[in-house]
């Protein structure tokens, strides 16, 4: 029996909406699973917003003391990292093992955020029973 994935919230943009078909297609997911994605949805739509100020804008700026990072990317760095935890609270399993963060592409950029490795199943304790239901299946 295959299930049609949810459309994506209208508020999220390109970045975010691309996020959300690609979980929704692969994955069906339970209602709080489905508020971590939102939220993952979300941030990546803020990423594609800083990362287009630091395009318009350059890598650093002049300040009083001498050059600094834009205030961009400094935020892009939080973001990231709020992203990551995201991805990790999903635990969305991929093939044999359950990819816990891996990266994140803002504007063609890849940004290694780091990943590790899971047993199968979400709980990280070998349950396969736990591990999200593939779409369709």
């Known amino acids: 029996m295959t299930t049609t994935a949810p459309k994506p919230p209208r508020s999220l943009g390109t970045a975010g909406g691309k996020l959300w078909r690609a979980v929704q297609e692969q994955y069906e997911l339970e209602q709080h ?3 971590l994605l939102l939220e993952a949805c979300r941030v990546s739509d803020v990423l594609d917003a800083l990362a ?3 395009a318009a804008d350059g890598l650093v700026e002049s300040g009083p003391h001498g050059w600094k990072p834009h205030p961009a990317l400094v935020e892009a760095r939080m973001q990231q990292v709020t992203l990551a935890k995201l991805f990790a609270a ?3 399993p991929d093939g044999q093992r359950v990819i816990v963060a891996r990266s994140v592409v803002v504007r063609g950029v890849c940004i290694r955020l780091g990943w590790r490795e ?3 199943g979400r709980g990280g304790g070998g349950d396969p029973g736990a591990a999200l239901p593939i779409r369709g299946r």
Do not use: S, T
């Open 118 to 120: 899971a047993p199968a």
């Open 33 to 35: 699973e489905e508020r």
């Open 52 to 54: 287009a100020m630091v």
């Open 90 to 92: 999903l635990r969305l």
